[in-house]
């Protein structure tokens, strides 16, 4: 939940600061004769221009949702004092389906990529625990080559991926979720992205001396 909370300071420079050190997102920065401009405006019923600033960090993403969110506050309550209304209504059309979702079904996709990310976990474990058990060298002795074994290990981690897709698929339908789209697109996606994450699930294993220090 995002909450806005204002707080005045008479000074710029320690408003700044401020801003500098994390404290605050955004500086708006109101004329000393603010509200005397909107009672004059609301007594003669023209319309004034008014300089309010704002200054932030536009890289900031709470900037952007305070500044958006202030404009907003800010214009309905100057059409509040001055009774002065906007010459213009905004009006917001949702295309497609997108404004009947939930925000569980808008959750959903991001339940399916941590799915498929909680695959680092399991098939760096998988590699790290054969050299744990000393089960690595029997396979050495065996003349198994690292492709055999790590094409193995990421055929059952590309299923166990895909599986979980499914399984969280299958359960938020349970749940509501409404779903579009191909299926067989989703589980081919699903599969490239368990290969892409065993690649890093490789790396980690690489630094790993035992399955807890993966986890």
Known sequence: VFTLIMKKI????????????????????IPEDFSEQLTRTA???????????FAGDLTN????????????????????????????????????????????EIAVPGLLVLAIIMLMLSASSAIVVEA?????????????????????????????????????????LGFGFRFEGSLLLVLLVAALASISIIAFSVIIAAFSKSVTQVL
């Open 132 to 172: 744990e058990k000393k089960t690595l060298t029997r396979l050495k002795i065996s003349k198994v080559t690292a492709l055999e074994f790590l094409g193995g290990v990421s055929i059952i981690q590309v299923l166990l991926g895909v599986a979980g897709v499914v399984l969280t698929l299958m359960v938020s």
């Open 61 to 104: 993403q709470n900037y952007i949702i305070t500044a958006i969110w202030t404009h907003s506050l800010l214009s309905d309550y100057i059409s509040d004092v001055t009774n002065i209304q906007e010459p213009f209504n905004f009006i917001e059309t949702f295309i497609g389906t997108s404004g009947d979702r939930s925000d569980f």
């Open 10 to 29: 008479e000074n710029r420079i320690k408003a700044e600061e401020k801003h500098k050190n994390k404290k605050a997102d955004i500086l708006m920065v």
């Open 43 to 53: 007594s003669t019923q023209r319309i004034n221009k008014y300089d309010i600033e």
